[in-house]
């Protein structure tokens, strides 16, 4: 493919509404594959290696601006200065030839080739455009458009042509003679041109049309009409030059790009069980000999790395995988890191600021988050991990919560090395565990636990004989006698500090002390006094 050499401008219109898409939001914005219309085009023009860009704004302008600024920043496109982009400012959005109308005073004086785009055709290649201007040149034309045969020229312009066969104007839709319904040639909107051409033919449209708009469609005939030359370059793909105006052709193009997406990575050494249901986004990287299951959706800046299995109903965002992983089942990460041979969910919720090391295993209904994870360390089981940094080789047991939120403000836990977490372990943060500490289950840690430490704090452990039997008992006496049914309970203190009981109303003056309230439990036949609090111990 030839590209251009010389100095090249490229103005893409962007300022429409998108009346079609019924949308609060500027056409353009709508994405492709995580990508807004906009941006496609606009790595398409920066491909071509432009002198000049203007993106002609106006609907949503500020926005449309930022997210092209932004896409350009991150990918940095061009790696010499990079060509400045120009936002001219469409106020009001009186047609595609007043935008373009907008863009000139940004081509003052430029003596190279303007190449005009819409920035609703997302499918458009570079190599396509180059084509066009090659052609331009070599003809030297006045203005060169690109041309498409479709089965469905439904919502385009058309391409009339003279009995020699030339091309003599385009004529839009909705101005269509009943004689001219049956042209399939259409004017995907790609041209080429100079803007001293511009600046004198679109001081001559008018809006004397059936949408009352400056049609930029109108300077064929006006070139046509001046003698000048035109060259029309057909196109062998159609799908290319698709234009997006309802949200029906955005899902069918959007379908078309991520199957391609797909596909490059099947090249590439990925095996992707159902490519259907699989949705690779445009800036994501897989490792060859990876393997994804179905329902698989990659998005952002993910980067996985070789030999990884993804079992399936999976989401990652800006999510890096190293080499070797195995993401199981119902695995959500959102920008973490994840370390070589690790082992995730299934059921696992990773989200911003997880950094886990090589070997890692995260296991079912698992959520981290600013999760700083050493090298072997297993949290298998249920548990909460937040705000917080673990060593290597650490067991974390099921039911683990970093109590990292007090509702002020957030608290780190600093957990060592080889450290063994009993199931069921509240550590309440800001707090520091050793080294081979081990944390009995159950236990809330609230100070720090030195290295090589046993910490465990549990409430001692009764057990209360025959209290099953007497209990039975009362319930199989209760039916008998509905009266005796249901005694009020109402919450008492009990002697435990802190906690709170629940105790029969009438039994409440005498309840006695805890320790002797068991005894008398355990001695006594009927069960009648303190018998809601001997059952909450019976419990523990
Ligand atoms: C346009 C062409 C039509 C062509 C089709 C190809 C004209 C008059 N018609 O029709 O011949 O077949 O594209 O897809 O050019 N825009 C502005 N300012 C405006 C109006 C539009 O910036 O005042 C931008 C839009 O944001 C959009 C692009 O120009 O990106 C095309 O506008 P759209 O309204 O979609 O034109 P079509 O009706 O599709
Ligand atoms: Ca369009």
């Not at 606009?42 to 491909?47: G, H, M, R």
């Not at 704004?57 to 060509?83: F, K």
């Not at 066969?165 to 839009?172: L, P, Q």
């Not at 989200?351 to 090298?375: M, Q």
Request: aromatic share 4%; net charge positive.
């Amino acid at each position: 493919m030839k590209r251009p050499v010389a100095s090249l401008g490229v103005i893409v219109l962007a300022a429409g509404r998108g009346t079609r898409m019924r949308s609060e939001r500027a056409k353009v914005l709508h994405t492709i594959a995580g990508k807004a219309l906009v941006l496609w085009v606009l790595d398409v023009a920066f491909e071509l290696a432009p002198e000049r860009v203007a993106v002609v704004v106006g609907q949503d302008a500020d926005e449309v601006r930022d997210v092209c600024e932004r896409h350009l920043r991150s990918r940095a496109l061009d790696p010499a200065p990079r060509t400045a982009v120009v936002y001219p400012l469409q106020r009001e959005q009186h047609g595609t030839g007043d935008a373009v109308r907008v863009a000139l005073p940004a081509f003052a004086g430029f003596s190279g080739d303007v190449v005009i785009l819409y920035g609703d055709v997302p499918r458009l290649t570079a190599g396509t455009v180059a084509t066009l201007v090659a052609r331009h040149r070599e003809t030297q034309a006045t203005l060169s458009l690109l041309t498409a045969t479709v089965a469905e020229p439904a919502g385009y312009g058309r391409i009339r042509r003279a009995a020699d066969g030339s091309v003599t104007g385009i004529v839009e839709e909705r101005d269509l003679a009943a004689a001219e319904r049956g042209i399939r040639e259409v004017n995907p909107g790609i041209y080429c041109t100079s803007a001293a051409f511009l600046d004198a033919a679109l001081a001559r449209i008018t809006n004397d049309n059936a949408q009352r708009e400056y049609y930029l469609t109108d300077l064929v005939g006006i070139a046509v009409g001046d003698g000048q030359r035109v060259t029309a370059v057909a196109v062998d793909d159609c799908d290319e030059v698709a234009g997006i105006n309802s949200r029906a052709e955005l899902a069918a193009v959007e379908s078309q790009v991520r199957r391609a997406l797909v596909t490059r990575w099947m090249e590439a050494g990925v095996t992707i069980h159902d490519p259907a249901t699989t949705y690779v986004e445009e800036g994501v990287t897989i490792g060859a000999d990876t393997e994804l299951g179905p329902n698989v959706q990659l998005l952002g800046r993910t980067r996985i790395g070789r030999r990884c299995r993804l079992d399936g109903t999976i989401l990652l965002r800006d999510a890096e995988i190293g080499d070797g992983v195995h993401l199981r089942l119902g695995t959500v990460m959102t920008e973490c890191r994840v370390g070589d041979d690790a082992v995730i969910g299934p059921f696992a919720h990773l989200r911003p600021g997880t950094e886990l090391a090589a070997e890692v295993h995260i296991g079912n209904f698992v959520e981290t988050k600013k999760a700083r994870v050493g090298r072997g360390t297993k949290a298998n089981h249920l548990t909460y991990l937040g705000d917080v940094e673990i060593g290597d080789a650490t067991n974390v047991g099921a039911g683990t919560i970093t109590c990292n939120y007090d509702g002020f403000a957030k608290h780190r836990t600093v957990i060592g090395s080889r450290v063994q977490i009993g199931s069921d372990t509240q550590l309440v943060a800001p707090v520091t565990v050793g080294d081979d500490a081990y944390i009995g289950a159950g236990t809330t840690v609230t100070r720090d636990v030195p290295a090589g430490h046993l910490v465990v704090s549990r409430v001692p452990q009764r057990e209360v004989p025959g209290w099953v039997a007497r209990r039975r008992a009362r319930a199989t006496t209760n039916a008998a006698s509905p009266a005796a049914k249901k005694p009020e309970i109402t919450l008492a203190p009990s002697s435990t500090a802190g906690s709170v009981v629940a105790t029969p109303r009438k039994a409440q003056r005498k309840t006695p002390t805890r320790k002797n309230a068991a005894a008398k439990t355990v001695q006594r036949s009927s069960p009648r006094p303190a018998r809601a609090t001997s059952a909450r111990r019976g419990k523990r």
